[in-house]
C-alpha cells in the first residue's frame, strides 16, 4: 500500500530520514537475517544441552545461567510428561469401567513410577529451586544412600541393625 503524499515540507524531510535509516535495516533482515534463519514450530524447539552446574566454575556466572535456564526446562518437560501420564491413565479409567482395575494396571504402574522419579529429583525444592539446589538434593541422597542404604529401608546404626525407632 503505497503511502499518503507528505503534507507538509517537515513530513517529508522526517519521511526522507527514516526512510534513509530504515531502508538498509529492512534489507538486511529480509535478504540476509530470514533466508539463513533455521525455523522452528514454537513447540518442537530444540535447544542444545549446556554443561550442567557440576561442570560450572564457581566464577562463570554464564554457565551457571545456562545450567538454571537447562533445569527450568527440563522441569517444565518433566512436569508435563507426568501429566500426559496421569491424563492417560484417568482416561483408561473411565473408558474400562469397570474393570479398569485390571486393564489400566500398567499405565498406573507407569505413571506412580514416573511420580515417584520426578519426586526423588524435584520434590522439596520448593518454588524457586535452580539447579544448584536440585544437584545438592542430589548430593545429599547419594551421602545418605551410602551411609544408610536406600532411601525409605530405615536407618542403620553402626553394628549394621535397624533403627527402628528405640
Known sequence: ?????ARNPLESFLNAVQATIDSPVTWFREKIVEPNRQTYPWYHQKFRRVPT???CYTDDAVCIFEANQQFRRDKMVDNE???IL???FEDCVLYEQPDHERKCRSLLDTYEKASENWFIKYGDLG???NAKTAYMKQKHRMIWERRHGPVGSGMKTVDGEENAGH
Open 1 to 5: 500500500m503505497p503511502e499518503a503524499p
Open 53 to 55: 552446574i557440576d561442570q
Open 81 to 83: 510428561i507426568l501429566a
Open 86 to 88: 496421569r491424563q492417560r
Open 127 to 129: 518454588g524457586y529451586a
